[in-house]
């Protein structure tokens, strides 16, 4: 399992699901990012991309390990719900057992942090216990952006049954507020002392990165203000899952020129293989050093 240290913080990978993602058509992930496209950023090769252009991706969770606390960022898709998306659908993965196996019982976990309100992002806030969905993680305190939650049950509302969701929210983020253990925060919260979150509004309007500072050493977790490592060398190649696409490749275009050369560990929410690295400038664009 892969590990990262940042001073006093320790960060732990633990994966739900890793493979090949469809790209290259309209709607998809990376609408630009087809097979002949990809397999021009030659870097990609062997982490991120096949050698035949395919690209990889991954579903992770990571378990932030503070001095005080223990948090949980984005959750992932989960067991047990029923989805439109074949690949999300009805999933039986042993994510809770690989949870506990690295000492991370359900009721040690102190805060779940959502970047956003996607499907692959909020799957484990809850479990199926007797035909009710329940917090996975009953002592927990979950953490979700109010600029999110009121574009997420807005638009669940506008679409209706005509929509995915409504059934999102209603599985995976009501019985949290429902439960009493939900927190609305300010796009730039400050989360424990050594955790704060940074607007990176685009894929979603209310979309936060996590930034983790101790002893001088900083990483950023992405969220999905980049879905892979091939939005360095192409920023401007914004997601088909993006909100507003626009928003999306300033936020990223930002972003890579803020950390780019820096020391800061940028950790990739979907990022597969090593998934965190260091951006460094690569003529016009970037590449990610791991
Ligand atoms: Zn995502």
């Not at 952006?145 to 997420?152: K, L, M, N, S």
């Not at 300010?186 to 990165?209: K, Y």
Request: aromatic fraction near 6%; include cysteine.
């Amino acid at each position: 399992m892969l590990t990262w240290k940042i001073g006093d913080v320790t960060i732990t990978k633990l994966v739900e699901f890793e493979g090949v993602l469809p790209t290259g058509t309209p709607g998809s992930m990376l609408p630009d990012g087809n097979p002949a496209a990809i397999q021009e950023i030659t870097w990609l090769v062997p982490h991120f991309a096949t050698p035949d252009g395919q690209v990889k991706g991954s579903v992770h969770a990571l378990l932030v390990q503070t001095p005080s606390q223990r948090l949980i960022v984005d959750t992932c898709i989960g067991n047990d719900k029923p989805r439109a998306a074949p690949m999300f659908n009805m999933l039986q993965t042993g994510f809770l057992r690989d949870l506990e196996a690295v000492g991370w019982r359900r009721d040690s976990v102190d805060a779940v942090l959502c970047t956003h309100l996607h499907v692959d992002h909020v799957g484990w806030n809850t479990v199926l216990e007797g035909g009710r969905w329940v917090p996975t993680f009953p002592r927990a305190r979950y953490y979700m952006g109010r600029r999110e939650f009121e574009h997420a049950t807005a638009e669940a509302a506008a679409e209706g049954d005509r929509g995915h969701g409504g059934a999102i929210l209603a599985d995976s983020v009501q019985p949290i507020v429902d439960a009493g253990l939900a927190t609305l925060v300010d796009m730039d919260a400050q989360i424990a002392p050594e955790i704060r979150l940074m607007p990176t509004p685009g894929h979603t309007p209310g979309h936060v990165s996590v930034v983790i500072e101790s002893q001088g050493a900083r990483a950023v977790i992405t969220g999905d203000l980049m879905h892979h490592p091939c939005q360095l060398a192409r920023p401007h190649w914004s997601s088909g899952f993006d909100t507003d696409q626009d928003a999306s490749r300033r936020t990223r275009q930002a972003f890579l020129a803020q950390f780019a050369d820096t020391p800061t560990l940028v950790i990739g929410t979907h990022f597969a293989g090593p998934t965190a690295g260091r951006i460094v400038r690569d003529g016009e664009a970037y590449r990610l050093a791991v």
